[in-house]
């Protein structure tokens, strides 16, 4: 079984400072991705950075990088120099290699970026 | 990159009709897409698995026979929503992925619907 879970429910960060979103799983699949999204107010699901579970790097997309701890379990978001746009609900999801394309998602964490 | 489209982004409608949502991958085909709902600051909840020209594989305690889902190309999915009630009012979202482990699913801009 696969599991995602965020703790935070909510966050405030203040404009131009780091923030980290938490994010850990747990699952039996040897190989696996790992995701996050953001939605804001509109509702559209916008995806962010990737982590496969055998990449031994960090992935780092532009201001967003991910805290790959795969012996923790963990793949917390990072997003550096916040703005006021990153305002919006953040979700971490996980795919599976046995479970096909089917992506289960965390409760997520909605961030609050404070001018 | 991969676009999703759905039609409509939002829709109104009476106790006891249907109502039907189109799922659309524009640049690329989809042998799979997914069905989600999501109720107001709470996660994705995935009702269904769509498979071009097969059945609907729905997760559990979603009804199938409430929640109607074709996927009869490898470009479309619809999701109706059978004698909807005000307690389906919720936002609908889809999405649509590449079949390899490290592609991200890309989701449409998802369905608002109300139901009075």
């Known amino acids: 079984a696969q599991k995602i879970t965020q703790t935070q429910p909510g966050m405030f960060v203040q404009e131009k400072e780091a923030v980290t979103l938490d994010c850990t799983y747990d699952?039996?699949?040897?190989?696996?991705?790992l995701f996050w999204y953001k939605q804001p107010s509109s509702g559209e699901m916008i995806f962010l950075i990737y982590?496969?579970?055998?990449?031994?790097q960090n992935a780092t997309e532009g201001r967003y990088s991910l805290n790959f701890q795969k012996a923790r379990k963990s793949a917390n978001l990072v997003i550096s120099a916040s703005q006021l746009g990153d305002s919006a609900m953040y979700f971490c999801a996980m795919r599976g290699l046995n479970t096909g394309n089917q992506f289960y998602f965390g409760t997520g964490t909605s961030l609050t970026v404070i001018p | 990159g991969a676009v999703v489209s759905q039609h409509p982004s939002w829709v109104i409608c009476k106790s006891g009709t249907s109502v039907k949502i189109e799922c659309r991958s524009l640049d690329f085909q989809a042998t799979t897409m997914f069905w989600y709902r999501q109720f107001p600051k709470q996660s994705l909840m995935l009702m269904a698995t769509s498979n071009e020209g097969s059945k609907a594989t729905y997760e559990q305690g979603v009804e199938k026979d409430k929640f109607l889902i074709n996927h009869a190309s490898l470009t479309l999915s619809t999701l109706t929503v059978t004698s909807a009630h005000p307690e389906d009012s919720s936002f609908y979202i889809c999405?649509?992925?590449?079949?390899?482990?490290?592609?991200?699913?890309?989701f449409g801009p998802g369905t608002r619907l109300t139901v009075l």
């Open positions: 999405s649509a992925g590449i079949l390899a482990l490290g592609n991200e699913q890309f």
């Open positions: 699952t039996s699949d040897p190989s696996y991705g």
């Open positions: 982590q496969g579970s055998y990449d031994q």
